[in-house]
């Protein structure tokens, strides 16, 4: 079974405030967690990936991962209005010769100046 | 440039009149993949291949149809298109056979009355 949840939001937070989106999946077996950003008109842009349970730093960009808990999120810090996008959480699965990345719904974030 | 390309960015057409979305990618990927995006719905995977002449069908396969001749070219076909197949579509390739880190076509836009 595969499963990527999101909040579908809108998430509104202030200009340079830190933004917290949030990603449960249903597979305990999941490796890799991808976070794209997509642009409203535009096609999906990979922006963070991880592995290892802990956190990931990229820029104002930080990703979490719990496995245990089966909990990936993304914060964005000092979030400015380019930001601005829905963010899609990302999870492979594999199983039986079958590759796919399965996709949460997406949370669309609002930054407001 | 790396990219993805997809043909035609934008389609209005009638139902039954067969057509198809060109999907090409210089990047020397292994991986390739259609979505379709439908508000509420999220991505959707329709089919994906694994290598040349290696297809198989993702989530949502039910209308279409693939080929995967040679490696850089993706083209997903629509024999008789009906009204429920209007929608977003993306072209995705990826590096790892497996389909992670995937990177997306600018879209095509069907639209079928």
């Known amino acids: 079974q595969k499963e990527v949840e999101q909040n579908s939001g809108p998430l509104s937070v202030p200009e340079g405030a830190i933004a917290s989106l949030n990603c449960t999946y249903s597979d305990r077996g999941s490796q890799s967690f991808f976070w794209y950003r997509q642009y409203s008109g535009k096609s999906p842009e990979l922006i963070m990936f991880?592995?290892?349970?802990g956190d990931k730093e990229d820029g104002r960009f930080t990703a979490q991962l719990n496995k245990a808990s089966q909990y990936v999120s993304l914060l964005i810090r000092d979030s400015q209005p380019s930001d601005s996008a829905t963010y899609l959480c990302a999870v492979p699965y594999s199983g039986a010769g079958s590759y796919q990345l399965t996709f949460g719904k997406g949370t669309k974030l609002s930054v407001i100046p | 440039e790396a990219q993805v390309t997809q043909n035609p960015r934008y389609l209005i057409t009638v139902t039954g009149k067969k057509l198809t979305v060109t999907c090409s990618q210089n990047m020397n990927h292994e991986y390739m993949s259609w979505y379709r995006q439908d508000p509420g719905l999220g991505l959707r995977q329709i089919y994906y291949s694994m290598n040349v002449e290696v297809t198989d069908k993702g989530d949502v396969p039910e209308g279409y149809k693939v080929s995967r001749k040679e490696k850089r070219n993706f083209p997903l076909i629509l024999e008789s298109p009906s009204p429920n197949q209007t929608s977003l579509y993306f072209c995705?390739?990826?590096?790892?056979?497996?389909?992670?880190?995937?990177?997306f076509g600018p879209g095509t836009r069907l639209t079928v009355t």
């Open positions: 991880i592995y290892s349970n």
């Open positions: 995705a390739s990826s590096f790892a056979p497996s389909g992670e880190e995937q990177y």
